[in-house]
């Protein structure tokens, strides 16, 4: 063959590669919707996204430059989810799919079996409000039982700094679900987690179904509020918990109202949050296969008042475990439970057990152990 043969062959192949590489770009991206830059509107300091999975809220300056999921959010800003993800003209489900894979970890400096992408969105910008405007959020696949025995979890919506609110300004639902966690809080103080009450009597915010963890997990977060919400862990797979799973609080705890709680191994748990000021008041809290309210341990100054505490299959309504101190559960009405409505365990110490209005509680009303 000449050599001008040669480089017009070369030039034939350079070609079909390049219209295969075109095609198969085109192929992956099909039916796949475009995202955009977030859009930001300075004069009501709004920021407008179009993606929650894998995607990082953080401060000013905190951002990875070339990165497009890590986004800088000011202080005083609100994020909300605006695009319609299903295309329909209404708003949907952004689903996020889990993957487990070889990750390092800094802890042990080795590489381990861990979440390769698949989270939902973190919030770790303080200041921020993110508002789902009527979204959900949705784990395509329970990712700790798909990658067992190894440890690997996600979480739909994560807090992770100060003064940060989670809402629902929409009067369409807005549900995160199918996730390790739903919600997730930790090294947060002064936060919130709010919705409202609908029409017809359910809430706008909603966790649903988790595996392995709560509907809603705090750790280590002071004065959160946690105000009419539902926190559903019903998924009856053997891998819920709770509603709620509350603990290591180093300071003032946090407020729990006006809100619906449930899980399959009980509605709220709290453990070692000894610095007072706990509030769970005015909830629907249904128990399941555990107690409504349990105090695990080192739980110190709280107030349960208020509430509906009822429907444990396998435990109490309210369970109190040594050590724990100074807990009030006052003006509730605690019903229809398979233990007792009130049951103390251990040297527990000033806990306050009237008035209450008790019904159908098959061992009694107030026990102790």
Known sequence: MSMEGSNNLRIVILALLVGFAALLVATVSFGARAQAAPVSDPLTKTLSLDSVCDVSLVAVGKGVPGDPSVIEVPTGWTVKLLDDPSGDGTPGVYECNPVAGPVFDPKTKTTV????????????????????????????????????????ENAGVSIGANNVVV????????????????????????????????????????????????????????????????????SGDGTSTEG???????????????SLVQGDLGGMRFKGCQSGGLSVLNNHVIGHGGSGVEFMRDNKGATVSGNTIEGSTAGDGVTVRAPAESISI?????????????????????????????????LGNVGVK
């Open 113 to 152: 079996t861990g979440l390769v992408s698949g989270d939902g969105i973190s919030v770790d910008a303080p200041g921020v409000t993110f508002d789902l405007n009527g979204h959900s959020i949705a784990s395509t696949k329970d990712i700790l039982a798909a990658s067992a025995p190894a440890d690997v």
């Open 167 to 234: 809402t629902n300004s929409s009067t369409v639902r807005s549900v995160v679900s199918n996730f390790t966690t739903n919600f997730s809080v930790a090294k947060s103080n002064d936060s919130r987690i709010s919705g409202s009450k609908l029409a017809d009597g359910t809430y706008n915010l909603k966790g649903g179904n988790a595996h392995g963890g709560a509907s809603l997990s705090v750790d280590k977060s002071l004065r959160l509020t946690v105000d009419t919400v539902e926190l559903s862990d019903l």
């Open 244 to 258: 709620v799973d509350w603990k290591r609080c180093s300071g003032p705890t946090g407020t729990i109202q006006n």
């Open 330 to 362: 006052t003006s509730n009405t605690i019903q229809n439970n398979a233990g007792f409505g009130i049951q103390t365990i251990g040297a527990v110490k000033s806990i306050t057990t009237t008035p209450n209005t008790f019904a159908n509680n098959a």
